[in-house]
C-alpha cells in the first residue's frame, strides 16, 4: 500500500491488524471432530522464527521452498489439491469430449464454455462475500460437497447414455457455481494457516500443483478413455474431491475475526470490496498487471492457427500440442525453482518485473518461426506467469484485511477465468486482421509498454514489500 493507505507505518507495509485472530496466535480451535490436531501448535502468525528462516545453502536455495508444509493445516489443505488438481483436469476433458461426440459441433463445446462463465463470475463475487461472513472452514465443507455431487451427476448421465448437451451444460453451470463459491474462501484461508513471510511460499507451492494437474490431467485423460471409458473420468473426480472434503473436514474453523462486524453477503457487501479495491491502489494495480497480462498477451486462440500454418512443417498435431503444453511446462518449471525467488520482499517489483518478461516472451513466440524456439518461448513465458501469479496472490492476501480477502479472492477469480476470455476474442480478432505472427508479437509488446507505464505512473506497486 502507499503512504496515504496506511496509519503510522513504513510506506508500503502492509496492516498486521488483522493477525490478532486467536487462530493465529493460541493455535487452531478443534473442529467438529474432535480437539485440533497437537502438531498443529501455535499460531504460524506468531511462531518463533517461523516467518523467516536462514538462508538455505547448495541447490536447496534453488529448489522450491517448502516451509509452509511444515504447518499440519497447510498441508492438508495442500495434499488434496494434488489430487483434485488432476482429477478436475479429468473433468475439464470428459465435458467437452461428450458434448463432441453427441453434437459432432465445436460450437456446441464453445458455447458449453461460456453457459459455464456467467455463473462462475457471479458466484464467485458473491461467494467472496460469503467467505467475509461466515467460517470459511464451512463454507468449504459445503462447497466441494457440492462439486463433488456434480462430479457424480456427471458420471450418472454417462453411464446410463442420456446423450442430452442440455443436461451436461446445467451440470457443467451448476459445478462452476460451486467452484466459484469455493475459489474465493480456500484462497482466503491460506493467510490465516500461514506466516505472512511465507504466503509468497504458499502460493507457489500451490500454482505449482494446480500447473502441473494441467499437464497430468489432460495426458492421463487421453490415455484413460480407450481403457476405461468417458464415464469412469467423472468417477474418479468424484473420489478425487473425496479426499478434500476430507482434509477441509480436518482444518480448524476460520470464523470472521473478533470485532468484525456481523453482516450479511449481499449487493451491499459486494459493491463495498469494489470500493476497497479503488481505495487501495496496490490491489487495484495487481488486478489491472493481470488484465494487461492476460488481455493483450495471451495467444492461445491463435495456436491452432499457427499450428496449421507457420509450423506446420514440424506437423500440425505435434504443434498444437506442445504449443498448449509450453506454458503450462514453464509454469511448473518455475514453481520447482521457486526457492529462486520466493522469499523476495519487493512483492511489488516481482509483479512488474514477471509481468513484463511474460510480455517479452510472447512478443519473443511471435517473432520466433521455428517451432521448438516458439516452445521455448512460450516456456519463459510460463515461468513469467508463475512468478506473476505467487506475488499477485501474496500481495492480495498480505494487503488486504482479513474481513475483505474473500471478496478480493472473489475478484480475482472474475480476473483469471475472464481475462483469458478476453483475450481469445482480442487475438482471434487480430489474428485475422494482421496475421497471427503480427497480432502474438504486438500483443506482447503491449504488455510490456502498458505495464512499465502502469508502474511510472503509479508507484504504489513499486514501493510495496512486505
Excluded at 463445446?109 to 459455464?116: D, Q
Excluded at 457424480?152 to 466459484?180: C, R, Y
Aim: hydrophobic share 50%; charged share 10%; aromatic share 8%.
Amino acid at each position: 500500500m502507499d503512504t496515504s493507505e496506511t496509519s503510522g507505518t513504513e510506506p508500503g507495509t502492509p496492516r498486521t491488524s488483522d493477525r490478532t485472530d486467536p487462530h493465529d496466535r493460541t493455535g487452531p480451535a478443534p473442529g467438529p471432530g474432535g480437539p485440533a490436531d497437537p502438531a498443529d501448535g501455535p499460531g504460524p502468525a506468531d511462531r518463533p522464527g517461523s516467518a523467516e528462516r536462514p538462508a538455505r545453502g547448495g541447490w536447496r536455495r534453488w529448489a522450491m521452498d517448502t516451509r509452509p508444509l511444515r504447518v499440519p493445516a497447510y498441508r492438508r489443505l495442500w495434499s488434496s489439491t494434488i489430487v483434485t488438481a488432476v482429477g478436475s483436469q479429468l473433468t475439464a476433458v470428459a465435458v467437452p469430449k461428450q458434448i463432441y461426440d453427441i453434437t459432432g459441433s465445436s460450437a456446441w463445446v464453445g458455447a458449453a464454455s461460456l453457459a459455464g462463465l456467467l455463473p462462475l463470475i457471479v458466484f464467485a463475487l458473491w461467494g467472496g462475500a460469503v467467505a467475509d461472513t461466515m467460517d470459511r472452514r464451512k463454507l468449504l465443507l459445503i462447497t466441494n460437497t457440492g462439486i463433488a455431487v456434480t462430479s457424480v451427476l456427471f458420471w450418472v448421465q454417462a453411464a446410463t447414455g442420456l446423450g442430452s448437451v442440455a443436461v451436461l451444460m446445467v451440470l457443467l453451470a451448476v459445478q462452476q457455481a460451486f467452484w466459484g463459491l469455493n475459489a474465493p474462501a480456500r484462497n482466503a484461508s491460506i493467510a490465516r494457516l500461514v506466516p505472512a513471510g511465507q504466503l509468497a511460499a504458499a502460493n507457489a507451492l500451490g500454482s505449482t500443483v494446480m500447473q502441473t494437474g494441467q499437464v497430468v490431467g489432460p495426458l492421463l485423460a487421453g490415455v484413460l478413455i480407450p481403457v476405461i471409458g468417458l464415464p469412469e473420468l467423472y468417477l474418479i473426480d468424484a473420489l478425487a474431491l473425496c479426499v478434500t472434503v476430507w482434509a477441509v473436514y480436518r482444518l480448524p474453523a476460520l470464523p470472521p475475526l473478533a470485532g468484525a462486524a456481523v453482516r450479511r453477503a449481499g449487493v451491499r457487501e459486494i459493491v463495498a470490496g469494489f470500493r476497497y479495491i479503488s481505495a487501495h491502489t496496490v490491489l487495484l494495480l495487481s488486478f489491472l498487471a493481470d488484465i494487461v497480462a492476460m488481455v493483450l498477451g495471451m495467444p492461445r486462440a491463435l495456436f491452432p492457427q499457427l499450428a496449421a500454418t507457420t509450423y506446420s512443417p514440424w506437423g500440425e498435431g505435434l504443434a498444437l500440442g506442445l504449443l498448449f503444453a509450453a506454458i503450462p511446462i514453464g509454469a511448473v518449471l518455475g514453481g520447482l525453482l521457486s526457492g529462486t525467488f520466493s522469499r523476495a520482499r519487493r512483492h511489488g517489483w516481482m509483479v512488474i518485473g514477471s509481468v513484463v518478461a511474460w510480455g517479452a516472451a510472447i512478443a519473443g513466440f511471435g517473432l520466433s518461426g521455428n517451432l521448438w524456439v516458439g516452445a521455448v518461448f512460450l516456456a519463459l513465458a510460463g515461468v513469467a506467469d508463475m512468478v506473476s501469479m505467487v506475488f499477485r496472490g501474496a500481495i492480495l492476501l498480505s494487503a488486504a484485511t482479513d474481513e475483505m480477502r474473500g471478496r478480493m479472492q472473489g475478484v480475482f477469480t472474475v480476473v483469471v477465468a475472464g481475462g483469458p476470455r478476453l483475450a481469445d476474442v482480442l487475438h482471434g480478432g487480430a489474428g485475422s486482421a494482421f496475421g497471427p505472427g503480427t497480432a502474438v508479437a504486438g500483443g506482447g509488446f503491449l504488455v510490456v509498454v502498458v505495464m512499465l507505464g502502469l508502474a511510472a505512473a503509479m508507484p504504489a506497486l513499486r514501493r510495496y514489500r512486505i
